[in-house]
């Protein structure tokens, strides 16, 4: 990698799915701790690229809970990859 980072669209999906409770649930299950670090997040198994895409076009802004994790499983279906 370059050290650029990411592009913003593909920061935003990550962003999202991040802050699914989907992630927040299986984090709790194997963390015993409250700070999330490097280590623990290449431990999780992240949607692909696209998908991630298609979850920041769908979500201009960080909505309320219900709302984010509605279109969390609206995209990823059955293939919740955590």
Known sequence: ??????DPELGWGLCL???????DRYFRTFSGHT???ATDLR???YPDETTLRHLAQ??????????LDARVGELLGEKVPV
């Open 1 to 6: 990698m370059d050290g650029a980072g990411v």
């Open 17 to 23: 799915w991040l802050n699914g409770t989907v992630v």
């Open 35 to 37: 700070q999330v670090n």
């Open 43 to 45: 431990a999780l198994r």
């Open 58 to 67: 769908a979500v201009d802004e960080l909505p309320d809970q219900g709302d």
